[in-house]
């Protein structure tokens, strides 16, 4: 499956952006779809994944309350709404996509989980 990312840009903290990732090539509804970021220097960091059917979902910590992953399969496309920014919400925003759903949140918040990556999307919140 491919996977392009878009919707990124700079915004001042308080402020709000919705990502989007249009997959194409395979089934859609057949994979788990998350977000992930990754600042410089820093590792790449789970924000939030989203089940199949849209039914389930799990965030990181530091985004719970503030973001909210979303699914559209018959456009095939995820979202990522994203409220109340933060400087430290900046970072590449890439989405992911996995054939399975780890019963573990730690297995799940990690980047091996998922098999397909987008480019990626930067998203730059100033102060």
């Known amino acids: 499956v491919q996977l392009q990312a878009s919707g990124g840009g700079l915004v001042q903290a308080g402020g709000s952006l919705r990502l989007a990732c249009a997959a194409s090539?395979?089934?859609?509804?057949?994979?788990?779809m998350g977000w992930l970021r990754q600042s410089p220097g820093k590792e790449r960091e789970f924000v939030a994944a989203?089940?199949?059917?849209?039914?389930?979902?799990h965030y990181a910590g530091s985004v719970k309350g503030r973001f909210t992953i979303s699914r559209d399969n018959a456009k095939s496309t995820v979202y990522l709404q994203m409220n109340s920014l933060k400087p430290e919400d900046t970072a590449v925003y890439y989405c992911?996509?996995?054939?399975?759903?780890?019963?573990?949140?730690?297995?799940?918040?990690?980047?091996?989980?998922?098999?397909?990556w987008g480019q990626g999307t930067q998203v730059t919140v100033s102060s």
């Open positions: 992911a996509a996995s054939t399975s759903w780890s019963p573990s949140r730690n297995t799940r918040a990690s980047a091996s989980a998922y098999d397909y």
């Open positions: 090539g395979r089934t859609f509804s057949n994979y788990v």
């Open positions: 989203i089940t199949w059917n849209g039914v389930t979902t």
